[in-house]
């Protein structure tokens, strides 16, 4: 049988660097686990831009609807702010996600021990915490028709559209209520019945799904405003969070900050089933390109790395070594390697970019 094959886009700004480092943990799953992929690399974002004058090139395109998983760096950044919106960066990245059809984006927010001092929380309300957004990512307000910046009378407006059918509400409903099942078997849902008819409905059926097939998982409604004030004042209430395209995004980054650092925060964003019963899929790290910090060996590898655990978890079936990869991290993290963006204390040397990758590698040979 032949192995599986793996897309690599690593994209601008940081992309590349942590990229680099996913490539070693690769090639040693390939060496020492058996585990090899066949792996290709190709462009997207502004380096895709910069190539072929569009953000993903129609090739590219068709190759990450062919291949096992698609593992991406970030997209975007200053020097392509004055493009066209319809060949900006993130176009690469949102065409990918609607035309694979990726509806389910997981954003687990976990706070590994070592870094529970590190979060801008108290130590006591984030200690511990393992919680997942489940984020509908094709539909919503990033893709909702009328859009655009219209003339309308002597001024100009800009229109987005905020729109949900009740299937695509269903499905995403269905994923959390299956993941929840697996961990807390809890599910709370967040939208803004109190005042969007998008909101509404999504309530209604998150709901119906839940009496109908999932009574034994407990559900909960919150309005997404009181959800972004209940993860930051007690976030260990929650398991599973399902939410729409746009709060998704939001509430995501600010879970972020429960873990210590954007650069710790991995994603998998899943499609339906393909012919051997895997799902389509994209993994990459919630954070953008980071252009402040791009091209210095700065960067915190780890959200990547960790987006290549799921890929090994839900892709590939391979649970146990996706555990062994975290706990890699988590070893390093104990042993106190840090790079800048987790460093709170005067006096301890933040690591490189790539010395984090190898510490994680030595961390898995010592494993073995
Ligand atoms: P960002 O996530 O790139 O950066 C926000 C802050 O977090 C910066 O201070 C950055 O240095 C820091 N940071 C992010 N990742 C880090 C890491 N791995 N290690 C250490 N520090 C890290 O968000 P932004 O600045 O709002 O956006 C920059 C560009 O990235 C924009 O063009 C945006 O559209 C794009 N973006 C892309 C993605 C993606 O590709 N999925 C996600 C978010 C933003
Ligand atoms: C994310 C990013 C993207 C989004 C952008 C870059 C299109 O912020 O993945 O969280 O808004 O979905
Ligand atoms: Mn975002």
Known sequence: MSNPSLLILPGDGIGPEVMAEVRKIIDWFGAKRGLAFDVEEDLVGGAAYDRHGTPLADETMARAQEVDAVLLGAVGGPKYDDLDFSVKPERGLLRLRKEMDLFANLRPAVCFDALADFSSLKREVVAGLDIIIVRELTSGIYFGEPRGIFEEGNERVGINTQRYTESEIDRVARAAFELARKRGNKVCSMEKANVMESGILWREVVQKVHDEDYP??????????????????????????VTDNLFGDILSDAAAMLTGSLGMLPSASLGAPMENGRPKALYEPVH????????????????????????????????????????AVNKVLADGVRTADLLAQEGVEPVSTAQMGDAILAALDAGL
């Open 288 to 327: 953008g390109s980071a252009p402040d910090i791009a091209g210095q060996g700065k960067a915190n590898p780890i959200a990547c790395i960790l987006s290549f655990a799921m890929a090994l978890r839900y892709s590939f079936d391979q649970g146990g070594e996706a555990d062994r990869l975290e706990a």
């Open 216 to 241: 034994d998982v407990e559900l909960s409604h919150m309005y997404a405003d009181n959800g972004a004030m209940q993860l930051v004042r007690n976030p260990k209430q929650f398991d599973v969070i």
